[in-house]
Structure formats: C-alpha cells, structure tokens
C-alpha cells in the first residue's frame, strides 16, 4: 500500500539541524536577559515553539512562569519579562500597556520583546509612540523554519496569505528571502529555479539580490538541492478550495492540523508521525480501512503469539517486542478512532453529495445542479465557510459572480467578507465586451431559467472566458478515464482528487520540470495572468550531482495543501524525484476562507 | 471490506456508478450505461449514513484494537508521551501556559502554590530534553577556542562563519548614523533592519526617489518604514497625491492604517482618491467595534445612504432594520423572561441575547418564542418574513426547525397543509419531503410522525432508503408490497425484531397468495 520510493531516488537533505539552529538562538536570547523571568508567548508561537523547545530547556534558562500574550492585564510579579511575539501592531499595544501600567505605579522592571521571524518598523513606531521605546529592548529571533516531516518546512505563517493576497502587503517577503538564503547557506546554492506569480518573482529578486550582497557565502559549495520552484497561491486557488480526501488532507479538513499536531478530540496531541501514519496519509482514504484493518488483524495475532511461550519467550517477548507493540496499538487505535470520528462528520455533512457537486464544478457539468446544491446548502445553515468556500470554487471554475444572500444567513458582515474575497480574487468579477465561450453559453441560458434560482442570476451579468476551464483543458486537468480509477494503484497525481482532477499547481511544476523551463506554456501562463511573473534562472553547474538533480525544492508562497504534497510525493516517486516543500503555512479551504473574514479590531 | 464501502471510496469514477455514488462521478456517462450498470449490478450504493452495514470492518478492527486493552495498559509505558487533560502533552510550552492562565487571578495563596508547582523542580521528572547542551556558552565567550566545537559538530561541514556572527550580535547593536547614505544605500541599510536616519531626504524629489528605491526592492517592511516617514513629512495632501500614481506604495500604507487604526486618515484617503465604495466599507467596518447595540444602531444608521453598490445598501437598511427590532424584541423578552408569567420562557429559558444574531437566527427566535403572535407585532415570524422579504423555502426551513425543536408536531403538521378551492386538503412543502423527513428525525420525531412524512416522499427509492434509514417499518413494508419486490421484503426481514409485530407482517405477506411478486 504504501509506495516505495525508487531505488534511485535521492536522500533528503538533514532538516533537523534547523530546529537545533532555532533552539540555540532563542536560548542566546534569553540568556541576553539574565537572571529570572517571566515569559510571555503570542498565541501563534505557542505550537511551533513547543516542536523545538520544551519547558524545561526554558526553566533551564531561568524563565519562570509562562503566559499567553492576550488583552488581559498581566499578573506576573517577575523583576523582568520578556515578550516573545510576532511583529505585529497589537502586540506592541499590549506590551505598551504592561509597561506603562508599571510606570504609573511607580514600578520599574526589565523589559524585552522578542520578535520572530523579524522586527517591523511599524512596531518600533508604536513603541515609539507609545512612549515606551528605550525602556524595552528588542531582538530578532530568525526562526522561520521549522521542519514538520522529512521533506515539509512550514513558515509557520498563516497570516502571509491575507497580509499578501488581500492587502497587498510585502512585509513577508524579506522573510521569504531569509529563510531561502539560511537553506542555500546550509545546503549549497540552487542551480535551476523556476517561478510562477508576482510574488514569486519578487521574492526571486530579492534574494538574488541579497545573495550578491553576501557574495561568496555560498560559492564553491557543492549543491545538494538541484531545482527551486517558487509559486503564488494565487495561481492556484481551485486546488486549495476542494474537500481532501486523502487521509492526512482529510484528517486536517476534520481536525485541523496545527504544527504537526492533530488538535481533534479523538487524536489529542497525538503525533501524526508514525509507523501506521506514515503508511497512510497519503493514501486515498478508502484505503484506509482496509489498511487499518490488516494491523489490527496482525497486532492480534503478535500478541496471540504470547499464549503458547515459556517463560523464557516470555521474557524476551517482554523486553523486546512489547513496546513497539503497544506504541503501534496506542496509533492503531488512535486513527481507527478518527477514521470513526471522520465518517461519522462526513455523514452529517453529506459528504457524497459535496463532493459530487464539486466534481461536477472541476469539470464544468450539470452547472444548474450543482448551483441548486449550494443554494440548498446555504439555505440549510450548514456551514457559512463551506458555503462560501463552494461559492469561490463555483465562481472560479465557472467565472462568475456566484454572490447570493449570504448576509441574510450567516450575519451581515459577510458583507465585508465578500468585498475581500473579490479582491483577493477569490470570487471573480467578469470584464465587459469578451466573447462567449461555450460554458458561458450554457450558463447564460440558465440566466433565463427562474427555476434556477437566485445565485444563477448573479450570472447573467457573466461575460468574461471562463481561464480555468481554458487551463484545465490545455494541461489536461480532468484525466480521460476508460472503466474504473483503481485508487489502490494510482496513475497519476489525480488519485488525490479520487481521479477527477489533477492539482493545477502540480501539474504545472511537473510540466516545467520536466521541459526544465516554461517553452511550449505560453499559453497557459498567459491565462493565468502571469505572463510578466514566469522565469527561469539556470546557472551552468557542472558541480550538482546527478543526484542533486532530482531532488526540488518547491516553494509555496501563501499556503500548502497536504492533497498537493501528496500529489507532488507520488510525482517523485514516479520519477524517481524527490520533493522538499517549503509553506508559508499548511492550509485547506477552510483556512483561506477564515482569512478572508472580517473580525472586529 | 464490505463491497459498497469500496465501490463508494475506491473509485473516482466505477463505470457510470458515479452518480449515485458521488465520490467522482462521470456526468458525460450516458443514462442507459448507468441504468445498465445498475441492473446488473449486485452493489448496492453506499450510504454514509448506513452504519451498521458498511463500517463494520472499522467497527472490527476497534473490537481488535480494543481486545488488547486489558494486556496493553498495564501502566508502565512512560516512554510514552503523556497527555494531559486538554490533548496538550504535559510538559509542553502550551500546556504549562495553560496551567498558568488557569490559576492566575485565584487567591494569593493559590499563586503561591503555582508558583511551587511552576517552580523548575516540578519538572525535573520530566523527560530529558534531548539537547541540553547550552549554545549560549559558545556566544558568550566566542574568543574561548573550544566553544567554536559544539557548533562545528552540530553543523559538520557547514561553515559556520555564515551565521554565526549575526547571531552574535543582535541587529540592533549596529548602528551608524551616517549621513551621506544614498537612496539605494539607505533601502539596502533598512532592509537588514539596522537603524538608519532618513531626516536628510527633505525635498520631495529625494523623498519619493527613496520610495520608488524601497518598492523596487519589494521588501514591504522597508516601503511602510519609508511611508511612515513620508506621512510625517509630508502634507496629506502630498502624500496622497504622489501615493494615487504609486499603487504598490499606496496599498501599503492603507494597510498600515487599517493596522494601526487611523481610521480618520484613511477615510481621507479613500475620499481624496474618489474610491466611493471602499469609503462606504470602511466606515462601515467600524460598526464591528461598537459594542453597545444602541449607539451600534445609531452609528448604522450613518451608514445607510453611504456610496455602497445597490445590493449593499439594501443590506446595510437591512442590517439597521433588523438591529432596531432585536433591541426591541429584546428588551420586551428580557422582561418577560425574568417576570415568570410566560411558559414558554419558563420551560425554554434563553441561552442568549437575540441582539446581533443574523437574520436567519432571529426568525428561529421568532418561530420558537413568537409563533402565534398576530402580524403585527415586531416579533412575529410573519412579519419578520414580510419586513425582510425571506423566501417561502428559508421561512420553512427555518420554522419547521424550530417548531419540531418544540414537538409542536401540530404546528409542523399546519406548516405543510394547504387547501384547495374544493376545500380539500393536502401537503405540499417547498423544500422537499425528504428535508423535511431529515430535519424531524434531528428533532427526535417520534416514529409515527416520521412515517406520515416519508410516505408524503415522492420518489420512491428515496422514501425506500429513509424508511429503511430511520426504521419507518411499515413503510418499507408496504412499498415493497406496491413495489412486489419479494427479495427486498425478505431481505428486510432479518432487519426487524424477532417476534415483532413488523415481522408478523412481513411473514404474512411473504406468505400471502394475493400478491404476484416480480420476483
């Protein structure tokens, strides 16, 4: 079940001397603070810093209490605090608080602000304003990658998205830049790159230029990683707005996933690690069963095994195998619950008829049904992120603004949320005076169809050619598929999407990978809008092994899908690559969407 | 594995199986492959919902699992990792910040405790980090030459030059005050984060060549430091004037005033570049900061009749309407409630204030607590449904929930009866039987009130499938009777108690001579 790589296949670079990196450095820090202290961590931080460090490397470096950074008045009797946060505004507010609190009661104490990855201007602007910059210190703790599996570093930076793709900022660029110079630092320079979008680009222009700065660093090192991939999210959001189904994609739609960690019920803070885990996450989850089932069977018939030994066997039986027997049983039961949990969601969800309607949608059929669908499943109160998330995915695909009376529903602040997925380009708007293609025709004939409901007027403005069907038809998206998709024995990346439909982002990192550039993609590049935002940068090195060739280095700005990590983990093993993906932060639907809501400051 | 679990999961697109089983259907399919698969088709389509049939396997392998328990916990796995109550490994940073939040603001003598329990020799049972080696040795004393080692093992063949130095010294210990930084230079200087004067740029030419150096760069860190000067230097005016050419810059400073809240300026900016809509927006935003309902609606009311698109205005007029009548509702119920004279907010005291719930929220308060009030109050469903135009499906919808919630089964039965010029009577429901059925079954509808709605399902595969689903025995029974469908009855069979009534029934039609059975 679970696919070997090829014998061929090179090794992963070692990630986890990042986490030593980050570790080191933050003690550093900390000891810049001598003596006892309080420690005040930022929501965010929490979970990312608990995969580096844990509590008593902490006491070991004379913090004494931990809080959370939240709007509350802080207790904390400690001489001096430290405040480890993200560079972000209402941080500085709250820190400001604390301090001038004290300064009106006539206390003095030690103040420091720790910002990961790295400090804004803005923030030392409010420190300034707030009339508290001098009384505390700042530093920079620079960790920005932190490895949550062999081949998976997340930035841990679920806020690039919206800061990027909504509001325009670029603050996290430079952050970017960082960390791709700490790898090329670590693990030699990248001789291919490739890149897709605006941001990409940008990104790929800094760090060219910072790599010139710092010249001489990296030269002369061998390469161990042969190609990055730099790629917007923006280039591809139809992937990111489909339901996962395979497993470790549809354990984080249930779940969540945060850092690694499953936050479910059922799997408490269980390691996602694992023999059982790593056998399945990137299996369809039909597959699952049947899997978890052949261990249940065999961890029974090990343990039956003990029943006609000595006492000698005992012994051995004890000291040897009766741990990881009993580590397996703990996961075994764990998934075996969640798969419980899963199905059990899913009913109630009737997930069937999601994922129905949203194949329909990826392949531009029976749009009228699937447009009644999502009217009824806003009209039943379901779920408002998953009724807007089906509303972007109808709008994308078919290129029309799919609005309709959310704000009766679901409050009328969706009204702001509406003004930001337009212009972060979650919905589309059409442009005036374009032909008709043939899908728009048939969409235009609904328009007259009263029966057809209200979101399908919001069509009869559609005008513009719908790109994703024109992408999905040049790269081949919904695979041709005679008689049955055998998911046991995927053949092609589409398995992840229960074969209808090849992740857009993949297959177009497969198809530049495999030209080595963009030649033949015009086309495609130009309707998704990034003709000025597709390079390529090859240097001749006559250094990178063969070896280094096949192992690619994938970037991807604003957020990963563990269905794409899947789909590009099959890729390599196809042909004999290896892929090493860099996130800003894993994501799903849910998540964009939840970026996309208004909250009140 | 049972056949239909597989067929359901296994395959994006079994051969015109797919739209009856959803998971990757094939539309393109023509009909008559599909019926032809069907007919021959011995698989029956999975259901999420069956249970008993298709998760059996899951349901074995726990069984497995579970048989195990009695030998596995024995306790003494403490190279496992311990988790606490809330799912957070115990000793984990989360977790002791948790313990923390939760004893703070508790007696003095309660910190005291916590602070004990906090103190580090709490955790000295804990398991060891697997670093515990201190870097900071090597920072501090980097002339020691021995220190250099630690860092060397820990990075083999890396040089460690690269970035050792920079974590020496905090960025901030750099500083130079230089003053002949070029415009390039001093971007360049900002984007390494050192600190850097920018009061020598003073004409405006120089200003904005310090912009235009700072987006080339693309760093936005650097762009918002270059804006922040220039909004102090600079007129607003001036400001916005040369932002309205610079679109990257002027994003980001909008962001920059979304994010530090001058609310005041941005509004300024937005009506000095003549974006109406995004003005309406904003100002609006800021309703969300209001917590006191009447100053909140006060403050919508200065929102309507703002620049929105035509569909936005008719939703912010809503917004105000439907605030005006909770504050009103609310207040009226609030002394009702706490009065005591009225049953149902005896029997059903209120979980929460109606104010600032949607629309569709308050029409369910409304159909749960005013449902036979006359049109013309303020709180009736009625008029709500008039007043903001709800469609006859949501109203439905929404009242069948509540009045099933309540076992009102009358009111349920009145919401689908209608008469017709002849006086006769008959159901009709807008959302469809099989809705209905689903939303009954939620509220816990006894089973002869479930069974007069799926018999009212037309199409007789879905009446088939929730009879069978919600064990409406006598409809299964009797349709597969009209049906004649003899392996159907008898398959069911085996589903119903053993000396039951239904089987009785079953057993007499089975074994009845009236019937000819297809097969």
């Given amino acids: ?601 | 594995m049972p056949c239909g679990l597989i067929l359901f999961f296994q395959s994006g697109r079994p051969l015109g199986a797919g739209v009856r089983l959803g998971m990757g259907l094939r539309m393109n399919r023509t009909k008559g492959d599909e019926e032809e698969y069907w007919n021959s088709s011995k698989f029956k389509a999975f259901t999420f919902d069956d249970e008993d049939d298709e998760l059996s396997q899951l349901k074995e392998s726990k069984r497995a699992v579970n048989s195990l328990r009695d030998f596995v916990d024995d306790d003494d796995d403490d190279d496992l990792e311990r988790v606490s109550w809330s799912g957070e490994p115990v000793g984990s940073i989360s977790w002791s910040i948790k313990e923390t939040a939760g004893n703070s603001g508790s007696s003095h003598e309660g910190r005291e405790q916590l602070k004990s329990r906090n103190s580090f020799s709490s955790y000295a049972q804990l398991p060891k980090p697997t670093s515990t080696y201190s870097l900071s040795s090597f920072f501090r004393g980097r002339t020691r030459p021995g220190s250099f080692q630690s860092l060397s093992d820990a990075l083999s063949d890396t040089p460690a030059k690269s970035y050792a130095p920079e974590l020496g010294r905090p960025k901030g210990e750099y500083r130079d005050y230089s003053n002949d930084w070029s415009p390039s230079d001093t971007v360049r200087r900002l984007r390494k984060g050192k600190v850097c004067s920018l009061e020598r740029f003073r004409s405006l030419q120089d200003k904005l060549q310090l912009l235009e150096e700072a987006v080339s760069m693309h760093d936005g860190n650097v762009i918002t430091a270059v804006l922040i000067f220039l909004k102090r230097t600079l007129s607003k005016e001036i400001l916005f004037r040369e932002l309205e050419v610079r679109q990257v810059a002027l994003r980001h400073l909008i962001h920059f005033l979304k994010e530090i809240g001058d609310q005041k300026l941005l509004l300024d900016l937005f009506r000095f570049l003549d974006r109406t809509e995004e003005l309406a927006l904003s100002h609006y935003r800021e309703h969300l900061n209001i917590q006191d309902p009447d100053k909140r609606k006060e403050f919508l009311k200065t929102c309507i009749g703002l620049p929105f698109s035509a569909e936005d205005s008719a939703h912010i007029q809503d917004h105000y309407t439907l605030l005006e009548r909770q504050i009103i509702i609310e207040a009226n119920d609030r002394h009702l409630e706490s009065a005591g004279q009225t049953e149902i907010f005896r029997k059903h005291p209120r979980k929460a204030s109606i104010l600032n719930m949607p629309l569709v929220t308050t029409l369910f308060y409304s159909c749960f607590y005013h449902y036979t009030e006359a049109e013309g109050t303020f709180s009736s469903p009625v008029n709500l449904k008039k007043t903001f135009k709800i469609p006859d499906k949501q109203y439905v919808l929404t009242a069948l929930a509540a009045r099933a919630k309540l076992r009102a089964w009358n009111d349920v039965d009145a919401l689908f009866t209608t008469k017709n010029w002849l006086g006769y009577t008959k159901k009709r429901a807008p959302i469809g039987f099989h809705r209905v059925v689903e939303i009954l079954h939620k509220n816990n509808a006894p089973v002869q009130i479930l069974q007069e709605y799926v018999n009212l399902v037309e199409d007789v595969d879905t009446k088939l499938n929730l009879a069978t689903k919600f064990k409406c025995h006598d409809v299964v029974i009797d349709t597969c009777r009209d049906l004649k469908d003899r392996q159907q009855l008898l398959a069911y069979r085996s589903k119903v108690d053993k000396g039951s009534a239904e089987e009785e029934k079953i057993d007499a039609l089975l074994s009845s001579s009236q019937i000819r059975w297809k097969n």
């Avoid at chain 1, 269905?563 to 800003?584: C, D, H, M, Q």
């Fill in chain 1, 1 to 601: 079940m679970a696919f070997p790589h090829r014998p061929d296949a090179p090794e992963l670079p070692d990630f986890s001397m990042l986490k030593r990196l980050a570790r080191d450095q933050l003690i550093y820090l900390l000891e810049q603070l001598p003596g006892k202290k309080d420690l005040f961590i930022e929501a965010d931080l929490m979970s990312p810093l608990d995969r580096i460090a844990n509590v008593s490397i902490l006491k070991q470096h004379e913090v004494d209490k931990l809080y959370k950074v939240e709007n509350k008045p802080a207790l904390s009797s400690s001489e001096q605090l430290c405040f480890l946060v993200r560079p972000r505004i209402k941080n500085m507010r709250y820190i400001a608080s604390l301090v001038n609190a004290d300064k009106l009661a006539g206390r003095t104490r030690k103040y420091k602000v720790i910002f990961s990855p790295q400090k804004f201007y803005a923030c030392e602007m409010v420190l300034e304003e707030e009339g508290i910059y001098g009384d505390v210190s700042c530093d920079e703790w620079a960790f920005s990658l932190l490895p949550l599996d062999v081949d998976l570093l997340s930035m841990e930076l679920p806020e690039f998205f919206r800061d990027y793709f909504l509001e325009g900022d670029q603050c996290w660029i430079n952050t970017v830049v960082q960390a791709l110079h700490l790898l090329s630092t670590l693990y030699g320079p990248f001789p291919n790159c490739y890149g897709i979008g605006r941001c990409a680009k940008m990104a790929y222009e800094l760090w060219r230029n910072l790599e010139e700065e710092e010249d001489g660093e990296t030269k002369g090192r061998r390469p161990e990683i042969g190609h990055i991939f730099l790629l917007d999210r923006d280039v591809d959001f139809v992937t990111a707005l489909c339901s996962q189904v395979v497993y470790e994609g549809l354990v984080d739609d249930t779940f969540r996933i945060k850092c690694g960690k499953c936050h479910g019920p059922l799997l408490g803070t269980s390691h996602m690690a694992g023999l059982v885990f790593n056998e399945i996450r990137n299996e369809h989850f039909s597959n699952v069963f049947g899997f978890l089932s052949q261990k249940a069977r065999n961890l029974q018939a090990q343990y039956d095994r003990r029943r006609g030994m000595d006492i000698k066997q005992m012994k051995n039986f004890v000291s040897q195998e009766l741990k990881g027997l009993k580590q397996e049983h703990r996961l075994l039961s764990l998934h075996i619950g969640a798969c419980e949990s899963i199905m059990k969601k899913k009913t109630k969800q009737d997930f069937q008829e999601l994922i129905k309607t949203e194949h329909a949608l990826l392949e531009g059929f029976n749009i009228r049904e699937s447009t009644s669908y999502i009217e009824e499943h806003i009209d039943r109160q379901v779920s408002p992120i998953e009724s807007l998330r089906l509303m972007c995915l109808l709008s994308i695909t078919e290129n029309g603004d799919a609005r309709c009376s959310l704000d009766t529903h679901y409050g009328p602040e969706h009204l702001l949320t509406f003004s930001n997925l337009r212009r972060a380009g979650l919905l589309t708007e059409q442009a005036p005076g374009d032909t008709l293609t043939a899908v728009e025709s048939k969409v235009s004939k609904l328009v007259t169809d009263k029966a057809a409901g209200k979101i399908t007027d919001a069509f009869s403005s559609l005008a513009k050619r719908s790109n994703f069907r024109a992408i999905s038809k040049k790269l081949n998206l919904i695979p041709r598929v005679d008689g049955e998709y055998d998911l046991k024995v995927p053949r092609d990346m589409a398995y992840v999407f229960s074969g209808a439909y090849v992740p857009l982002s993949c297959r177009i990192i497969e198809q530049v990978l495999e030209r080595r550039s963009w030649q033949g993609l015009d086309e495609v590049v130009r309707l998704l809008n990034c003709s000025d935002f597709a390079f390529t940068d090859m240097t001749k090195e006559d250094k990178a092994s063969s070896e280094s060739l096949r192992l690619i280095l994938v970037v991807f700005l604003g957020g990963c899908t563990f269905s794409e990590i899947s789909a590009l983990r099959f890729l390599g093993r196809e042909k004999g690559y290896r892929f090493i993906f860099l996130t800003t932060a894993v994501t799903n639907s849910a998540r964009l969407m939840e970026a996309m809501s208004e909250v009140k400051a």
